[in-house]
């Protein structure tokens, strides 16, 4: 399950003039009854909701209310303040210039328009740092910095899940942050119009009748026919042709990273490793070799002489913004295709739960998954999570047939990268592209096979240096392997050409994109 976590606005969105419809309370209880965490984000005080909506309470695991500026875990009742409530001499300069309605919350002070022009005043004549958030006439006072986004973030932390995995409904000037902080920010089709043209979906229905069409879309395939390539989130792997970005959607894909060594294989994909976790999508690394044992910020567990255990592993991704490199250096060679029968089903579950890890990154892949290897059903289910999986190795027909079968992107490198994809193709019994000429210095070939198409990518570089195969220095030289098809000996020592094989290259990423709900 990608989207475990289901935030919504209530004025406008979930209620059409302040009341939710019966109907809307049942489709938020089916999407409840799926396993997914409910989020209220709101900017109405949090009595004032209760009052209005009494099933609150029922239906929601979190609100957020006074616009980002108190968190209320419903089944404990417990409430934290988020902001610093506003200075009681700011709320008596504004009844003595007679401003009204005027209401205080717990953080939140909150009037209507035209009397944003007094609450500048009095805020510019008092030196205070706040700012005014503006809702279809509302006018809202707050804390610099807090807002819809942030009360979402500090939600999803309580319950223990990453924003990527968050959908998220809003339909006013003030869901911007809610809508952005999420992987899929949807507008309501009577939504102000800046916020459906920023936003990832817009439904064909108003408040209420767009909640349920969004839970419907929810429940019958995750959103997945419709964010299967969300523009704004795609991660950059390097420049096109004219130097245009080229990146890959951070959901769903099983990219193969394949080529002879030292021709940079590694350096692409550490490359485009590294930009998934700059942009907080949590990477389970599986390390046999030591290649990345300092690589980032990520936690290493195990090393040349210890072994990591499965319930550390698990453990460490349980925090959302962990990122994992499980060394297996100490793992001997025979022993490591069934240290993975034994992580894989745990990750599949953790998956299923959280959204979590959003990708598992197998280095030298045949040391896990050789072409020996026969899954169980329940190990390699035939759907697979939405995440994605990064499979590096040299030759193609070295990886177990169930797994090459669910690759839909190859990246290729070397002096004969058709050779790779041919040696892919050949395995799974497919016609091959057509030739291309030979890679410049930095090139990858990428190839992409629900469009056949055949792309010459120059790779962006991580910006970490790539320790090779630190198992040679350390302990002496590795076993043995077979020789791949481009004549490279797999037990030859290694070189830091990997690490020179890419050049760095230039541009943006994809800009964002918007899409109607279609």
């Not at 089944?75 to 709320?91: F, S």
């Not at 080229?246 to 994909?269: D, Y």
């Not at 320790?467 to 000996?489: C, D, N």
């Not at 290259?505 to 994109?513: I, N, Y």
Request: with cysteine; net charge negative; aromatic share 4%.
């Amino acid at each position: 399950m990608r989207y475990v976590a289901f935030a919504t606005d209530y004025d406008g969105t979930l209620a059409e003039e302040g009341r939710v419809d019966p109907q809307t309370a049942e489709a938020l209880e089916r999407l409840r009854a799926s396993g997914r965490k409910l989020i209220m984000v709101t900017g109405r005080e949090l009595d004032d909701l209760f009052r209005v909506f009494p099933r609150t309470g029922e239906l929601f695991d979190v609100v957020v209310a006074e616009n980002g500026a108190l968190l209320f875990e419903t089944a404990r009742r417990t409430t934290r303040l988020l902001a610093e409530p506003p200075p009681p001499e700011l709320r008596a300069r504004l009844e003595a210039r007679g401003v009204a309605p005027l209401s205080t919350g717990q953080s939140i002070l909150a009037t209507r328009e035209p009397h944003e022009v007094d609450v500048l005043e009095e805020i510019r004549a008092l030196g205070l740092e706040l700012q005014v958030i503006f809702n279809k006439g509302a006018v809202m006072v707050l804390p610099s910095g807090v807002n819809k986004g942030t009360g979402l973030q500090a939600a999803l932390d309580l319950l223990g899940l990453s924003p990527h995995n968050a959908v998220a409904a809003g339909d006013g000037e003030n869901d911007h942050a809610l809508l952005a902080t999420a992987e899929c920010g949807v507008a309501m089709a009577d939504a102000v119009p800046m916020l459906r043209e920023r936003a990832d979906l817009v439904t064909r229905g108003g408040a209420g009748a767009g909640v349920r069409e969004l839970i419907d879309a929810l429940l019958a395939d995750d959103l997945w026919t419709r964010t299967q390539a969300l523009p704004r989130h795609e991660i950059l792997l390097g420049q096109g042709s004219g130097g245009r970005p080229v990146g890959l959607s951070p959901a769903g894909h099983t990219l193969l990273f394949a080529g002879p060594s030292g021709s940079g294989k590694s350096t692409a994909a550490k490359g485009f490793a590294e930009r998934l976790m700059a942009a907080r999508y949590q990477c389970c690394i599986l390390d046999p070799e030591g290649d990345y044992q300092t690589f980032g910020r990520a936690v290493t567990l195990g090393d040349a002489r210890r072994a990591p255990t499965l319930t550390e592993v698990l453990r460490a991704l349980s925090l959302p913004g962990e990122q994992v490199v499980v060394n297996l250096l100490a793992v001997p060679l025979a022993d490591r295709p069934a240290f993975f029968d034994a992580l894989l089903p745990r990750l599949v579950e953790l998956r299923a739960r959280t959204g979590r890890p959003h990708w598992i990154v197998i280095d030298e892949t045949h040391h896990l998954l050789p072409a020996s290897w026969k899954p169980a059903a329940e190990t390699l289910p035939r759907h697979m999570p939405w995440g994605g999986l990064a499979l590096i190795t040299l030759v193609p027909h070295e990886l177990a047939r169930p797994l090459l079968e669910r690759v839909d992107v190859v990246v290729t490198v070397g002096d004969e990268p058709q050779a790779t994809i041919g040696d892919f193709c050949a395995t799974l019994g497919l016609a091959a592209p057509p030739a291309q000429g030979p890679l410049e210095r930095g090139e990858v070939l990428l190839w992409r096979r629900s469009s056949g198409v055949l792309e010459r990518v120059h790779v962006e570089p991580p910006e970490d240096d790539h320790h090779r195969h630190v198992r040679k220095y350390a302990e002496g030289q590795l076993g043995p392997r077979a020789a791949p098809s481009a004549g490279v000996s797999r037990d030859n020592p290694p070189d830091r050409s990997d690490t020179d094989a890419a050049s760095a290259g230039s541009g943006a990423a994809p800009s964002p994109g918007r899409g109607p709900w279609s």
